[in-house]
């Protein structure tokens, strides 16, 4: 079974620029999470989706963060503008039923 | 709201030793609770999966245990290996529709040679 596969894996940008992560989860699952890692913490939640919808976005910065998964399959996370406390890698998860969490790889941004 | 801690945030043990992570949550009403490993660079890796109507799941040298009711959990490695050494994270998945996977910050563990 192909595992959760994230693009970029590592980008480097200038504050106050764009950029988009691509994530394409594990074939069936419903549940698609995006997470932001800052080094030395624990992942936090962006956003929530359960197929194409929204769950949870409250902790998402609306002002510069956006997200959607169309057609309830992959996910793109953006950017824009990026300050400098936006470094940090960004993890989606996908979730199955008995509720056991699959996560990508990560995108490590550096935001200069 | 559910918090999750992990004490200690770092350990070094020599290798072959058994040890224990802790993980503790605030709010017991959980769907089940999540063990992962992340090494650097690297997202997280499932270890174990224990639900809520469960005590403590195995796998290999690993074991991990949950008490709802005093809000705590604990990883437990038998034999202790240098290939072990990573961050521990653990993780609530809360009950109710939402399902929010709240994280504790990770515990560092070395196992020295």
């Known amino acids: 079974e192909a595992g959760v596969a994230q693009s970029p894996r590592y980008k480097i940008i200038e504050k106050r620029q764009s950029v988009a992560f691509w994530c394409n989860p594990i074939?069936?699952?419903?549940?698609l999470y995006w997470y932001q890692q800052i080094l030395g913490q624990g992942p936090k939640l962006l956003i929530q989706f359960q197929n194409n919808g929204v769950v949870d976005d409250s902790q998402l910065p609306k002002d510069r963060f956006s997200a959607e998964r169309l057609k309830g399959v992959d996910s793109t996370l953006k950017i824009q503008p990026a300050k400098l406390e936006d470094s940090a890698v960004y993890l989606c998860?996908?979730?199955?039923?008995?509720?056991?969490?699959?996560f990508g790889e990560g995108s490590r941004l550096t935001v200069l | 709201k559910q918090e999750v801690t992990q004490i200690p945030a770092a350990l070094s043990v020599p290798e072959g030793e058994n040890l224990v992570l802790n993980c503790s949550f605030t709010d017991s009403a959980i769907y089940n609770l999540q063990w992962f490993r992340q090494d650097p660079g690297k997202g997280l890796t499932s270890l174990l999966l224990?639900?809520?109507?469960?005590r403590e799941q195995t796998s290999g040298r690993l074991n991990a245990s949950l008490d709802k009711s005093s809000g705590r959990s604990t990883l437990y490695i038998a034999a202790s290996q240098p290939g072990d050494s990573a961050t521990y994270l653990c993780?609530?998945?809360?009950?109710?529709?939402?399902?929010?996977?709240?994280f504790g910050s990770g515990t560092q563990l070395t196992v020295l040679p």
């Open positions: 074939s069936g699952h419903a549940t």
């Open positions: 998860a996908t979730r199955v039923n008995t509720g056991e969490l699959f």
């Open positions: 993780a609530a998945l809360e009950g109710g529709s939402a399902r929010q996977l709240t």
């Open positions: 224990i639900q809520s109507s469960q």
